[in-house]
């Protein structure tokens, strides 16, 4: 039986103020905007029209999976009762608002916007956070490990579909992929259990329907 950690009223106003900033307010980074290898490389100019509209819905996808990332993370931690597990799930946040801010100013460098349903995929996904992190530290860890693993997938094909000359999303998307992947390393390193097969194969197709819906609304 799944059962709640004691919560307070400070960690509840805290969840709400941040689920609210997540998806109403501009995400502010604390680290620099990633930049192509050469100034010549970070103009657009070289993009068709519609190169820049494919560029611009790719990234607000990603922009979507960061904001699922805020909210897992958030619903993990908030029921997580080892301080070394809820302290790493805070650190992948931070470096995930990092994330969030760059999609949204390459979307808007583009011409693009965000999701539409963008509360939806908050809602949703700290629901998981929740269920998750309930199950126990070694499973919690597991589900943010096996995130992060098809995360930077999902990233790695991102790359392959920019076009070739959009080397200023490559640039934001190669970061994002290594941030993820070494997510995944610290929450395996801690302890994160191996998902079962369905579970992965659950989440791969929950990934599906939020990156095609995404990409059009």
């Not at 501009?26 to 930049?35: G, H, I, K, L, W």
């Not at 997580?80 to 999609?103: F, G, I, T, Y």
């Not at 949204?104 to 349903?117: I, Q, V």
Request: proline share 6%.
């Amino acid at each position: 039986m799944l059962t709640l950690p004691p919560l307070t009223l400070d960690k509840v106003i805290a969840v709400i103020d941040m689920g609210l900033r997540t998806v109403f307010s501009p995400a502010v980074a604390s680290r620099p905007y990633p930049r192509p290898e050469t100034p010549a490389a970070s103009t657009d100019t070289t993009l068709s029209e519609q190169e820049r509209r494919h560029a611009a819905a790719l990234m607000r996808i990603n922009h979507v999976g960061e904001v699922c990332a805020q909210a897992l993370y958030s619903g993990q931690a908030l029921v997580s009762r080892d301080p070394p597990n809820v302290e790493a799930l805070k650190q992948a946040s931070r470096e995930e608002v990092d994330h969030l801010a760059w999609c949204e100013r390459r979307m808007t460098e583009l011409g693009g916007r965000k999701s539409l349903l963008n509360p939806l995929w908050f809602g949703a996904s700290f629901g998981l956070g929740v269920t998750a992190g309930l199950l126990g530290d070694k499973w919690n860890l597991g589900f943010l490990a096996e995130t992060e693993h098809q995360v930077s997938s999902h990233l790695n094909s991102h790359l392959q579909q920019l076009p070739a000359q959009d080397h200023a999303s490559r640039a934001i998307v190669a970061q994002m992929k290594e941030d993820e992947e070494q997510h995944a390393r610290t929450a395996e390193q801690l302890g994160g259990a191996a998902l079962p097969a369905p579970v992965r194969l659950a989440m791969r197709l929950a990934s599906k329907v939020m990156t095609q819906t995404a990409y059009h609304l």
